[in-house]
């Protein structure tokens, strides 16, 4: 059974659907490659999934503490490569002030974002460059 229905809405937009709840996500292409830019490119969400993703595990990893991750933000840099065009680095920085002065735990809090499975998918030659301030 599919997961996402997606359709291409013209003009270098697409629109997929969540099947299982029904939200939508446009994507555009980006302005240095044709596009408008008004919207999440596709390699933008590749970026944005590899740290949702990273963050999910680490809120299971904490929610077994007991520690609420609430209030942790972080930033995510996408390096093009131009030839052949695709994602060369990803970069993200992960802050959390209100983070516990535990470093066993943070430690497994590290590894368990090195290990989500969309770091586990993604090309071994796309750099996943991480800095945590906690």
């Known amino acids: 059974m599919p ?5 291409y809405l013209g003009k270098l937009r697409t629109e997929s659907e969540h099947l299982g709840s029904g939200e939508k996500i446009l994507t555009d292409a980006p302005k240095d490659n044709n596009g408008k830019g008004e919207a999440f490119s596709p390699t933008d969400l590749v ?3 590899l740290a949702s993703c990273m963050v ?7 929610n077994r503490s007991n520690i609420d991750l609430e209030g ?4 995510v840099t996408k390096v093009m ?3 052949p065009r695709k994602i060369k680095e990803i970069i ?3 802050h959390w002030d209100n983070a516990p002065n ?5 430690k497994k809090l590290k590894n368990a974002a090195k290990t989500c499975p969309v770091a586990l998918s993604l090309d071994p030659q796309i750099s996943q460059t991480l800095t945590f301030h906690f």
């Not at 997961?3 to 359709?7: R, V």
């Not at 999910?56 to 904490?62: D, E, H, P, R, S």
């Not at 942790?72 to 930033?75: A, I, S, V």
Request: hydrophobic share 45%; glycine share 4%.
């Open 47 to 49: 970026s944005s999934a």
């Open 102 to 106: 535990d470093s066993v735990f943070l």
């Open 92 to 94: 993200i920085d992960f």
């Open 81 to 83: 490569q131009s030839d």
């Open 3 to 7: 997961t996402i229905k997606s359709s």
């Open 56 to 62: 999910t595990i680490m809120g299971i990893v904490a």
């Open 72 to 75: 942790m933000t972080w930033e």
